[in-house]
């Protein structure tokens, strides 16, 4: 079992910057593959970066690709997610996901554990 709390979130200009966290329980956190998913009021929740467990690999959405950077610490139990250069339409409630397999998948339904969420709003 694997819990998952998302801090970071909060109000930001167009054009800012703004870093999430998402620390983990549980000894096998080190071979889950994690990801970043959003949705935005009256949305569906979308696909935003994922990251293998080894670290080798990493993959984004074309909407953030350049802007976002997802990363880890397999020592601290923790996956992060800077995003800078942001944009109203990036405001919506971030979660943090973790499949139980070292290969990260773009779809929500493939990952088993879910963070609470946390609201980012990027003003114009």
């Known amino acids: 079992q694997v819990q998952l709390v998302e801090s970071g979130g909060g109000l930001v200009q167009a054009g800012g910057s703004l870093g999430l966290s998402c620390a983990a329980s549980g000894r096998t956190f080190s071979s889950y593959a994690l990801g970043w998913f959003r949705q935005a009021p009256g949305k569906e929740r979308e696909f935003v970066a994922a990251i293998s467990s080894s670290l080798a690999y990493t993959y984004y959405a074309d909407s953030v690709k350049g802007r976002f950077t997802i990363s880890r610490d397999n020592a601290k139990n923790t996956v992060y997610l800077q995003m800078n250069s942001l944009k109203p339409e990036d405001t919506a409630v971030y979660y943090c996901?973790?499949?139980?397999?070292?290969?990260?998948?773009?779809?929500?339904?493939?990952?088993?554990?879910w963070g609470q969420g946390t609201q980012v709003t990027v003003s114009s």
């Open positions: 996901a973790a499949r139980a397999n070292p290969n990260y998948r773009l779809r929500s339904a493939d990952y088993h554990y």
